[in-house]
């Protein structure tokens, strides 16, 4: 039987995106069935999907892929435009190694090539997209770093020591108000922003936290020493999410998630207020990586559960667009879609092996009518 659970709580706060003005009803409402129907049987690749979707497997780790060996512990991935055709961009979280590979596809979709755009750091886990196109490459790590990388290949990756020194998670740029938005995925891990001296350039700014008060408060040494006390515990007043992972801003609200309560958080950039619009007590377990499309719709990938990834849509419907046979030691990453909105790529970390040293990750692409 298909799993389907809809948000079952909800903050009186009503979010500012167009498509979220009516998100604040009682949690009693139920709004539908999934935009899609039921999930199948697995297809040929453990894949089950709903009618009408197909997938294929595009690399496996320590397999050629377009003249590179694809990396072990696929992560935090996205997708850019190039001409005709498109990249996926995807993190490998491992350490000493870690870094970050690239896939180029033609316009029928076949693989045209695959490289390196980051090589020698650690634990590069999710990330983000940015408005100039380049890929930030975020170190899930003690004193982690971002890496700001050119998934064109063309220009070497940059470090971004400004946007803070901590355990990184995501990042979600906002363009309307020329801030980077930033999870760290500690017990009591923070939520950041990072405000460029120049929108467009990274290598300067101000990094501040969010706090009990909804207030923005500078953190006073975003790069702290090893004995120092760390960005999170700096400022007295800052709010606290258990376990911060993805992060994605879309019309005016940055969507991020919480692994340790299970909940999806959206933070109102208008009204600068944080509310949960899931709170974890539905099948959505694991929440991890978040994606979305321009209708409005959310993607969240389960890090374990019933390895799973879950739409909500705007009338709140939560229900599970695929899900992987057979890994359950595994988690899912790097949900993004293609510029054209009809194929979704992610990879499974561990792949069927389940270990966790990520030796037999995957990375699919899933085909179909999806709501764009």
Excluded at 24 to 49: C, H, I, K, Q
Excluded at 141 to 151: A, L, N, S
Excluded at 273 to 284: E, K, M, N, P, R
């Amino acid at each position: 039987m298909q799993r389907r659970t809809f948000i079952t709580s909800l903050s009186a706060v009503a979010l500012s995106g167009t498509l979220w003005q009516n998100a604040a009803r009682a949690s009693s409402t139920l709004a539908g069935e999934s935009p899609y129907g039921p999930l199948g049987a697995p297809d040929a690749n453990g894949v089950a999907l709903p009618a009408g979707f197909s997938s294929r497997v595009v690399a496996r780790t320590g397999h050629l892929v377009g003249g590179i060996l694809w990396h072990p512990a696929p992560d935090g991935g996205a997708c850019f435009a190039d001409g005709t055709g498109w990249i996926y961009v995807s993190n490998s979280e491992v350490p000493l190694i870690g870094g970050a590979s690239a896939i180029r596809f033609r316009a029928d979709g076949s693989i045209d090539r695959a490289y390196r755009i980051l090589s020698e750091t650690n634990l590069n886990c999710a990330g983000g997209r940015t408005p100039w196109n380049t890929w930030l490459s975020c170190e899930e790590i003690f004193r982690g770093r971002v890496y700001e990388t050119d998934p064109y290949g063309v220009r070497g990756a940059q470090q971004r020591p400004a946007m803070g020194r901590f355990k990184h998670e995501a990042a979600a740029c906002d363009p309307d108000n020329r801030v980077v938005y930033l999870t760290e995925d500690e017990d009591d891990g923070c939520f950041y922003r990072f405000v460029p001296d120049v929108w467009g350039d990274l290598s300067s700014g101000r990094l501040e936290v969010f706090c009990v008060d909804d207030v923005w408060r500078p953190v006073p040494d975003p790069t702290p020493a090893v004995l120092a006390r760390q960005t999170r515990h700096q400022v007295s007043t800052a709010r606290h999410f258990s376990g911060g992972e993805g992060c994605h801003y879309a019309d005016g609200v940055c969507y991020f998630t919480a692994k340790g309560d299970r909940r999806v958080w959206a933070y109102d950039a208008t009204r600068r207020t944080v509310s949960a619009i899931y709170d974890g007590t539905g099948t959505l377990n694991g929440v991890d990586n978040i994606t979305g499309t321009r209708g409005g719709d959310l993607y969240v990938a389960e890090d374990g559960g019933n390895m799973e990834i879950n739409i909500i849509t705007p009338d709140r419907v939560v229900a599970p667009i695929m899900r992987l046979d057979g890994q359950a030691e595994s988690e899912i990453t790097g949900p993004a879609f293609s510029p054209d909105g009809t194929r979704l790529y992610f990879s499974s970390q561990r792949g069927t092996s389940g270990e966790r040293a990520g030796t037999g990750g995957i990375t699919y692409e899933i085909s179909g009518p999806f709501r764009r």
